[in-house]
């Protein structure tokens, strides 16, 4: 016998619940058979939730028994709940993933072979030119969280946007290998201050931060990988000067 279901969820012209999606997407990924019921308009969905006392929309029965919201739900069938909150690498894992993907590509199509040395060149780069479009995409909002502990940046504000374009550009030149001598010190200077910042801030001050190196409103944790990001990008600006002497 199939398992029959019922959600009321949102869905007007202006607006379709997320949730709501994810409910019904759920019920039907189970087994369920759902009887879909839609609130056409926000009357409709104020007068569902006073008439039922409920504070939220979506609301799934299961076998005519009231199971609740779409958290609700996920518990009912055994998972875990959405993560919509809390601290996380994924943003930073996801640009090193991709950078290493595309420093394994163009290696490849452009010297037949796979050069650890250009490889691990392309990734730090490519790597500093993702990081760089984070923070420029929305300059302010990076500017709010890069001031709490980069130790120039409190005393000078501008220097968080300084920040954002060294970083970009010294990637972008760096993968043309062109300028070295201009773009490695001041990446070098400038990645210097961040790792002594961000040593001060979490290791000696002891402070719970978030990580702007992804742009503003991330919910990266300041720490390990925030600071070997800045040494990657210290031992990029050392090799390029030293190997631009051989």
Same mark, same amino acid.
């Given at each position: 016998?199939?398992?029959?279901?019922?959600?009321?969820?949102?869905?007007?012209?202006?607006?379709?619940?997320?949730?709501?999606?994810?409910?019904l =997407?759920?019920?039907?990924?189970?087994?369920? $058979?759902v009887?879909?019921?839609?609130?056409?308009?926000?009357?409709?969905?104020?007068?569902?939730?006073?008439?039922?006392?409920?504070?939220e929309?979506?609301?799934i029965?299961?076998?005519?028994?009231?199971?609740?919201?779409? =958290?609700?739900?996920?518990?009912?069938?055994? #998972?875990?709940?959405?993560?919509?909150?809390?601290?996380?690498?994924? %943003?930073?894992?996801?640009?090193?993933?991709?950078?290493?993907?595309?420093?394994?590509?163009?290696?490849?199509?452009?010297?037949?072979a796979?050069?650890?040395?250009?490889?691990? $060149?392309?990734?730090?780069?490519?790597?500093?030119?993702?990081?760089?479009?984070q923070?420029?995409?929305?300059?302010?909002?990076y500017?709010?969280?890069?001031?709490?502990y980069?130790?120039?940046?409190?005393?000078?504000? %501008?220097?968080?946007?300084?920040?954002?374009?060294?970083?970009? /550009?010294?990637?972008?030149?760096? /993968?043309?290998?062109? #300028?070295?001598?201009?773009?490695? %010190?001041?990446? #070098?200077?400038?990645?210097?201050?961040?790792?002594?910042?961000?040593?001060?801030?979490?290791?000696?001050?002891?402070? =719970?931060?978030?990580?702007?190196?992804?742009?503003?409103?991330?919910?990266? %944790?300041?720490?390990? /990988?925030?600071?070997?990001?800045?040494?990657?990008?210290?031992?990029?600006?050392?090799?390029?000067?030293?190997?631009? #002497?051989?």
């Amino acid at each position: 016998m199939e398992k029959k279901a019922t959600i009321y969820r949102m869905v007007t012209p202006d607006h379709l619940c997320p949730w709501g999606i994810k409910a019904l =997407d759920l019920l039907k990924r189970n087994g369920y $058979e759902v009887d879909d019921q839609h609130l056409e308009s926000m009357d409709a969905n104020k007068q569902y939730k006073e008439e039922h006392a409920v504070d939220e929309t979506p609301q799934i029965y299961i076998e005519g028994e009231h199971i609740g919201g779409y =958290d609700a739900l996920r518990k009912q069938l055994g #998972l875990g709940p959405d993560p919509k909150e809390g601290t996380t690498y994924r %943003p930073v894992v996801a640009i090193f993933a991709v950078a290493l993907g595309m420093a394994l590509a163009t290696t490849w199509v452009s010297l037949g072979a796979l050069e650890l040395i250009r490889v691990a $060149e392309l990734f730090i780069a490519f790597s500093m030119c993702a990081l760089g479009i984070q923070k420029l995409r929305d300059v302010q909002s990076y500017e709010n969280g890069f001031v709490q502990y980069d130790l120039l940046a409190r005393h000078y504000v %501008p220097y968080a946007a300084i920040y954002a374009y060294i970083e970009t /550009i010294g990637g972008i030149l760096m /993968i043309a290998g062109g #300028l070295t001598w201009v773009v490695a %010190p001041i990446v #070098l200077v400038a990645t210097t201050i961040g790792a002594i910042s961000i040593i001060k801030a979490v290791y000696i001050e002891k402070r =719970d931060l978030k990580c702007a190196c992804v742009g503003g409103g991330s919910d990266v %944790p300041l720490g390990f /990988i925030s600071l070997t990001e800045n040494f990657m990008m210290m031992a990029m600006a050392v090799w390029m000067m030293i190997k631009s #002497l051989a």
